[in-house]
């Protein structure tokens, strides 16, 4: 049997942006999801309460599939899922547990495969489950800490608390792709405004990325709360993403802001005191997740 983990992941700027090649800075976090295969008779799937078929989870069925290309299997597949990062919203749970399966399967059936192709395979099984998909999640997930993209440039480590506080909104009513369309019609009706506004998102991650190398957590918390202004102003807020992010300024937090797609999900802060941004977070309504930084990506358990 071969176990495989992969970190989730935040983004401390530049979503949306980065749709329109603009950088953006992606940081993976310690919140994992675990992956177990081994041969087996039948394929199965084993997930929280789930247990059956693997077509019933797009991500695996796909993963499985694209592996099975490379490698033809001659025996089934036992799969167990084991995860702590919250599905559907915002932090890359499909990646995470794609590239954890493609580097179980790597392992368990001797393919060998590198960093850079579970990275690019995953990306791969993204893609054909959502139509589009932005290749940040399967990279950061795979290689671990912080990330500038497009440019898959690692960044120096961040060393203050890192607080997640999710809306638990239902992900159907806040798909990625509905998020990046809503921004598209704004960017298309009134390009002279929109277009500045996703240039200035791109500015934030360069001033973030020299913020950051001198460890300047409240300058970088300072460019996270204009990231959020901006976000807003695309439209891609809600009133309890904003209750969330307020509270945990008010908790004190470096910088708060929404953190993926946004319309619902999660919003993330950068502070020195977790225990007391969390509190408030919790108290505005959300569930909040202390999490360091995942120096390391996908790695075998
Ligand atoms: O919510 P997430 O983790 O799927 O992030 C979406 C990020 C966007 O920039 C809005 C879209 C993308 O593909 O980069």
Redesign the pocket.
């Known amino acids: 049997m071969a176990t495989c983990s992969a970190p989730a992941?935040v983004?401390l700027f530049?979503?949306?942006?980065?749709?329109y090649g603009e950088p953006?800075i992606a940081c993976a976090v310690e919140l994992r999801t675990h992956v177990s295969v081994k041969p087996s008779r039948n394929t199965s799937l084993v997930s929280g309460g789930f247990r059956g078929r693997v077509e019933k989870n797009p991500y695996v069925y796909e993963a499985l599939k694209s592996f099975q290309q490379r490698v033809p299997l001659k025996s089934g597949v036992s799969i167990r899922i084991v995860s702590d990062v919250p599905s559907g919203a915002?932090?890359?749970s499909s990646a995470a547990l794609t590239v954890a399966l493609l580097s179980a399967l790597s392992i368990e059936f001797g393919a060998g495969f590198s960093l850079s192709e579970i990275t690019e395979m995953a990306h791969g099984v993204e893609r054909s489950v959502q139509g589009?998909?932005?290749p940040?999640?399967t990279f950061v997930s795979t290689m671990g800490g912080v990330v500038l993209m497009p440019m898959r440039e690692k960044l120096k480590c961040i060393h203050c608390g890192i607080v997640i506080g999710d809306t638990c909104t239902p992900a159907s009513s806040r798909k990625?792709a509905t998020?990046?369309s809503r921004?598209a019609g704004l960017k298309k009706a009134y390009p002279e405004i929109v277009d500045p506004i996703i240039s200035a998102i791109g500015r934030l991650s360069p001033l973030g990325v020299s913020l950051l190398e001198k460890g300047d957590y409240s300058g970088v918390g300072s460019l996270m709360n204009i990231n959020h202004g901006l976000l807003e102003s695309l439209g891609?807020g809600t009133p309890l993403l904003s209750s969330l992010v307020y509270a945990a300024r008010d908790a004190g937090a470096f910088g708060a802001k929404i953190?993926?797609?946004?319309g619902g999900?999660c919003m993330v802060a950068l502070c020195d005191d977790s225990t007391g941004v969390a509190a408030g977070i919790e108290g505005a309504g959300g569930r909040a997740y202390m999490v360091d930084v995942a120096r390391e990506g996908v790695r075998e358990e």
Do not use: L, Q, R
């Not at 530049?14 to 749709?19: L, R, S």
């Not at 953190?259 to 946004?262: D, K, S």
């Open positions: 992941k983004y530049g979503e949306h942006a980065v749709v953006a915002g932090i890359g589009a998909a932005s940040t999640d990625t998020m990046v921004v891609v953190t993926g797609a946004g999900g």
